[in-house]
């Protein structure tokens, strides 16, 4: 990746419906060039998908719950039960195998407490865990799907 490369980057991570041409006249390169660069991109894997980013109030998933887990059981088996559940929840947005005292880290978005409580209870039906805590978000500081491009 060049410099050309990442500036295209930064600008399609803020609005990934610019135009060509204005995209081009931004990074100074042709429109041409910019689809060029865009769709090597694309094959490369650095672009996996263009997205709408959603504001979650106007669409009732105003509560954000972070899951903590904590499992006795490490086996192949189990992890692959863990995962198709998580996969198949769509209140949960990330989850993350961690290191240290807690095994796994769950991002969710729900609309409130009740609407978590029956996240909750559909996730522990699919998988025996040793031990799961929440904590709700009470403000949201900073959250963004924007990687800095060096």
């Known amino acids: 990746?060049?410099?050309?490369?990442?500036?295209?980057?930064?600008i399609l991570q803020r609005e990934a419906d610019v135009a060509?041409?204005?995209l081009g006249m931004r990074v100074g390169l042709s429109r041409n060039a910019v689809w060029r660069r865009i769709k090597a991109l694309e094959a490369a894997g650095v672009i996996r998908a263009r997205v709408a980013l959603l504001d979650p109030e106007q669409i009732g998933l105003g509560l954000s719950v972070f899951m903590l887990v904590r499992t006795d059981r490490h086996t192949p088996e189990w992890l692959e039960k863990f995962a198709v559940a998580v996969r198949d929840l769509p209140q949960i947005l990330g989850a993350y195998r961690m290191t240290g005292d807690l095994d796994y880290l769950i991002h969710a978005r729900v609309a409130?407490?009740?609407?978590?409580?029956?996240?909750?209870?559909a996730l522990v039906a699919r998988v025996d865990f040793g031990d799961v805590s929440a904590s709700f978000v009470m403000e949201e500081i900073k959250e963004t799907t924007e990687m800095p491009v060096f």
């Open 112 to 121: 409130d407490v009740k609407d978590y409580d029956a996240l909750y209870r």
């Open 20 to 22: 060509l041409e204005t």
């Open 1 to 10: 990746m060049d410099t050309f490369d990442r500036k295209i980057l930064t």
